[in-house]
C-alpha cells in the first residue's frame, strides 16, 4: 500500500501543472485543438480591433462629411472632390447618385413625368446598390465572429472529451484511481475547454456589438439617400418648371 502511495506521489510530481505544461504533457489531438482555437482566438482580437477602429472612423469622416454637405456650398464643387476616390461609404453613396443626376441633367427640363420618374428610380437604385456594396465590405470577416463564438467551445469540448477518454485509458492501464494520478490528465483535458471559452467568449460580444454598430451606419447611409434623394427631386422639379 505504502509503495502504491510512492508510486502515486512521484508520478503527481513528474506533471508540470502549468499551463505550458498542461499543453506540452496533452495528447497529439487535443494539442491541435489547442493550437487551433488559440490561433481563432488572435484572428477574433486583430478582426475586433479593425472593425471597432474602422467604425469609429467612419462615424467621424461621415460627421465631417455631412457637416459639408448641409453647409450650403455647391454640391457640384463637393461632387468634384470626391469624384474619383470616395474615402468612405457616405462619399461613395453620394458620388453615385451624383454621376446618374449628371447624366440625366440635361434632359430634365423638357422630359415627361414618367422619363422623371425612371431618372429618380436610378438614382435611387445607384444609391442603394453602393451602400449594400459598401456594407458588404464591412461586413467581411462577421460570419467568422459568428462561427467562432458558436462553434469554439465545442471545439473545446471535443479535445476534453478525447483528453479524458486518454486518461482513463491510461488509469485502466496504471489500475490506480488515486486522485494524484487522475487530476493531472483531466487537467490537461479541461484545459482545451478553457482555450475553447477563451476565444468564443469575446467572439460573441464583439459581433453581437459591431452587429449593432454596422446597422447603425447601415441606417446612417440610407437616412442621407433619402434625404439626397429628396434634394435632387425637388431640383427636378425646378427645373421643370
Do not use: C
Not at 422623371?116 to 456594396?133: D, H, N, V
Amino acid at each position: 500500500m505504502d509503495r502504491a502511495v510512492e508510486a502515486a506521489g512521484l508520478a503527481a510530481g513528474a506533471h508540470d501543472l502549468s499551463l505550458w505544461g498542461l499543453f506540452l504533457q496533452a495528447d497529439i489531438v487535443v494539442k491541435a485543438v489547442m493550437v487551433g482555437l488559440l490561433l481563432a482566438s488572435v484572428v477574433v482580437w486583430a478582426v475586433i480591433f479593425e472593425k471597432v477602429t474602422t467604425i469609429r472612423r467612419l462615424n467621424a469622416r461621415a460627421d465631417g462629411f455631412e457637416d459639408d454637405f448641409w453647409s450650403g456650398r455647391d454640391l457640384g464643387d463637393l461632387f468634384e472632390r470626391v469624384r474619383d476616390e470616395p474615402r468612405h461609404p457616405m462619399e461613395a453613396v453620394f458620388a453615385a447618385a451624383m454621376r446618374e443626376w449628371q447624366k440625366s441633367a440635361p434632359r430634365i427640363a423638357h422630359a415627361s413625368e414618367s422619363v422623371r420618374a425612371s431618372m429618380k428610380e436610378r438614382i435611387e437604385r445607384a444609391m442603394g446598390i453602393t451602400i449594400q456594396r459598401e456594407m458588404e465590405r464591412l461586413e467581411r470577416w462577421m460570419v467568422f465572429l459568428a462561427s467562432v463564438g458558436s462553434a469554439a467551445p465545442f471545439i473545446g469540448l471535443f479535445g476534453t472529451v478525447w483528453g479524458i477518454m486518454n486518461s482513463f485509458a491510461a488509469i485502466a492501464q496504471m489500475r490506480n484511481t488515486n486522485l494524484a494520478v487522475v487530476a493531472p490528465g483531466i487537467a490537461e483535458a479541461l484545459f482545451a475547454t478553457a482555450i475553447g471559452l477563451a476565444a468564443a467568449i469575446p467572439a460573441v460580444l464583439a459581433y453581437n456589438k459591431i452587429s449593432t454598430d454596422l446597422a447603425r451606419y447601415a441606417a446612417r447611409l440610407e437616412a442621407f439617400a433619402a434625404e439626397f434623394g429628396a434634394i435632387l427631386s425637388r431640383q427636378m422639379e425646378e427645373r421643370r418648371t
